[in-house]
């Protein structure tokens, strides 16, 4: 089983966004999601839990891999 690399900023995940399928932004202060995040086209995992987040950019559904969205409060 090949280990997959999670990512635990949407910056540094942008340096190399095919390659990421994991990112994690988990126990964050954001007040925003950056709209890029559409330009991770193989994610499949994102954890936005205990973030503070109150809304998600439009671009989210362009995630067409995207099968794990984790919100919990």
Do not use: H
């Not at 690399?5 to 949407?10: E, P």
């Not at 190399?16 to 988990?26: A, C, K, R, S």
């Not at 890029?36 to 809304?55: H, M, Q, V, Y």
């Amino acid at each position: 089983m090949i280990q997959e690399t999670v990512y635990y900023s949407l910056e540094a995940a942008l340096v190399n966004p095919e390659e990421v399928t994991q990112l994690d932004l988990g126990c964050n202060d954001l007040t925003s999601l950056l709209a890029e995040i559409w330009r991770l086209s193989n994610l499949r995992k994102l954890c936005l839990f205990d973030t503070g987040l109150t809304s998600l950019p439009a671009e989210i559904w362009r995630l067409s891999n995207l099968r794990e969205l984790d919100l919990r409060w």
